[in-house]
């Protein structure tokens, strides 16, 4: 069995909001032409797999049928519709924008599946992760919500319990809306503090509806935040609530826009920080959940010196060859990077600080990191049996 399953091809550069849209498809293209120049591409242990964009059927899984009839209808007419967020400033209409957002779904629901009978032991999909669509709504570049969709498949295949962890900027508001109610889904946000940043959403009180209660976690981190407390708050947090879950399979969105470079969000988590904890997230799945681990992309603006860095080392994790510190970068795609851009690419992988202190250290009451970490485990951690105060 290969290793990993990595969904790609060149269709899916067609989900594109335009000229000047901060979600330029570039940062698929670069980040597949460095992790093809890496050789992570030729690796025996990775299958790369086209889909063809899900049917209704399959995006309606975790959206409502009325509203994939109004993005189908937007798109074929070229109208706005913003009482569904189509046509608005972050969700332009774009032609042929139903198949692009499908395609995506497809690539999540198939590395979902895959995994779960076998096929691979991780899936793959950086177009994906498009966690802010909502059932009825497109929301913060985000049509059909991919991520959701995996989930959902994991648990119509038969998984009993399935963890999703967001370590985008952006709180992960609509998968876990989604499944606000839903005890067989864990959703685990660690994003800047909705008070400062888009969705707004996400403080450390929302924990999930009636039935449900624990199954919504939520890291409101203060702007900022750099990489070893952001490591601090993921390990404070993430690893207790995904052993007393014991999920089936997890569910990660590795949105790379927590980085100081990315113009959309506020946060200051590097690159090595960034695979640090994608790291985590891969050896909880083979800790709980028989290494049953889907890996998707989501947000990350800097297209050209983080995002393909980011996503290369998570392909490279996921294949069980970690690209090393400092790793440099082939000659090539940095020529690449240069004529596309216009800007300077980057010389190596990081080497960004990722030692930090662990919560078992004790924490201290005037550090705001410390204050929102502690605020989810009083909110949180008592559901589950688990110690606020000390680990
Ligand atoms: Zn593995
Ligand atoms: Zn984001």
Redesign the pocket.
Do not use: K
């Given at each position: 069995m290969p290793v990993a399953r990595l969904v790609w091809s060149p269709e899916l550069l067609q989900y594109d909001f335009g000229h000047g849209h901060p979600m330029a498809p570039a940062r698929l293209d670069l980040t597949m032409r460095l992790a093809a120049e890496l050789g992570l591409l030729d690796s025996p242990d990775l299958d790369v797999v086209a889909v063809r964009p899900a049917p209704d059927a399959v995006v309606e899984t975790v959206h409502d049928p009325a509203y994939v009839a109004a993005v189908r209808r937007a798109d074929a007419e070229g109208v706005a519709d913003p009482a569904r967020g189509l046509g608005t400033e972050d969700d332009p209409v774009f032609p042929g924008m139903h198949e692009a957002a499908a395609r995506l779904v497809a690539g999540s629901v198939d590395v979902a599946e895959a995994v779960w009978r076998g096929a691979a032991a991780h899936g793959l999909n950086i177009a994906g992760g498009m966690?802010?669509a909502r059932r009825d709504a497109a929301s913060?570049?985000c049509i059909y919500n991919d991520a959701a969709a995996a989930v959902q498949r994991l648990l119509d295949l038969g998984a009993r319990r399935v963890a999703y962890v967001d370590l985008?900027?952006?709180h992960g508001d609509g998968v876990e809306q989604i499944f606000w109610d839903d005890p067989r889904v864990l959703t685990v946000s660690v994003?800047q503090d909705g008070h400062t940043l888009?969705p707004g959403t996400g403080g450390p009180a929302d924990v999930g509806g009636a039935g449900a209660e624990g199954t919504a976690v939520n890291v409101a981190l203060p702007p900022r935040t750099a990489g070893p407390a952001w490591l601090r708050a993921v390990d404070a947090v993430v690893p207790a609530v995904l052993r007393e879950f014991r999920p089936d399979a997890i569910v990660s969105q590795h949105?790379a826009?927590?980085h100081a470079r990315?113009p959309?969000?506020d946060l200051r988590v590097s690159v090595d920080a960034q695979r640090t904890a994608a790291q985590w997230v891969h050896a909880l799945a083979h800790e709980l959940s028989d290494g049953r681990w889907v890996a998707l992309g989501?947000?990350?603006?800097a297209v050209v010196d983080v995002v393909p860095l980011a996503w290369s080392a998570l392909v490279a994790e996921a294949l069980h060859t970690p690209l090393p510190r400092g790793t440099e970068l082939p000659e090539h795609w940095r020529g690449v990077v240069e004529e596309v851009s216009g800007l300077e690419a980057a010389g190596r992988l990081g080497r960004g600080e990722v030692e930090f202190r662990p919560w078992r250290d004790g924490y201290d009451p005037a550090d705001d990191v410390d204050r929102a970490v502690l605020a989810t485990r009083r909110h949180v951690f008592p559901l589950w049996g688990l110690d606020p105060h000390h680990d």
């Amino acid at each position: 069995m290969p290793v990993a399953r990595l969904v790609w091809s060149p269709e899916l550069l067609q989900y594109d909001f335009g000229h000047g849209h901060p979600m330029a498809p570039a940062r698929l293209d670069l980040t597949m032409r460095l992790a093809a120049e890496l050789g992570l591409l030729d690796s025996p242990d990775l299958d790369v797999v086209a889909v063809r964009p899900a049917p209704d059927a399959v995006v309606e899984t975790v959206h409502d049928p009325a509203y994939v009839a109004a993005v189908r209808r937007a798109d074929a007419e070229g109208v706005a519709d913003p009482a569904r967020g189509l046509g608005t400033e972050d969700d332009p209409v774009f032609p042929g924008m139903h198949e692009a957002a499908a395609r995506l779904v497809a690539g999540s629901v198939d590395v979902a599946e895959a995994v779960w009978r076998g096929a691979a032991a991780h899936g793959l999909n950086i177009a994906g992760g498009m966690h802010h669509a909502r059932r009825d709504a497109a929301s913060g570049f985000c049509i059909y919500n991919d991520a959701a969709a995996a989930v959902q498949r994991l648990l119509d295949l038969g998984a009993r319990r399935v963890a999703y962890v967001d370590l985008d900027a952006h709180h992960g508001d609509g998968v876990e809306q989604i499944f606000w109610d839903d005890p067989r889904v864990l959703t685990v946000s660690v994003h800047q503090d909705g008070h400062t940043l888009f969705p707004g959403t996400g403080g450390p009180a929302d924990v999930g509806g009636a039935g449900a209660e624990g199954t919504a976690v939520n890291v409101a981190l203060p702007p900022r935040t750099a990489g070893p407390a952001w490591l601090r708050a993921v390990d404070a947090v993430v690893p207790a609530v995904l052993r007393e879950f014991r999920p089936d399979a997890i569910v990660s969105q590795h949105g790379a826009d927590a980085h100081a470079r990315d113009p959309l969000s506020d946060l200051r988590v590097s690159v090595d920080a960034q695979r640090t904890a994608a790291q985590w997230v891969h050896a909880l799945a083979h800790e709980l959940s028989d290494g049953r681990w889907v890996a998707l992309g989501g947000g990350g603006y800097a297209v050209v010196d983080v995002v393909p860095l980011a996503w290369s080392a998570l392909v490279a994790e996921a294949l069980h060859t970690p690209l090393p510190r400092g790793t440099e970068l082939p000659e090539h795609w940095r020529g690449v990077v240069e004529e596309v851009s216009g800007l300077e690419a980057a010389g190596r992988l990081g080497r960004g600080e990722v030692e930090f202190r662990p919560w078992r250290d004790g924490y201290d009451p005037a550090d705001d990191v410390d204050r929102a970490v502690l605020a989810t485990r009083r909110h949180v951690f008592p559901l589950w049996g688990l110690d606020p105060h000390h680990d």
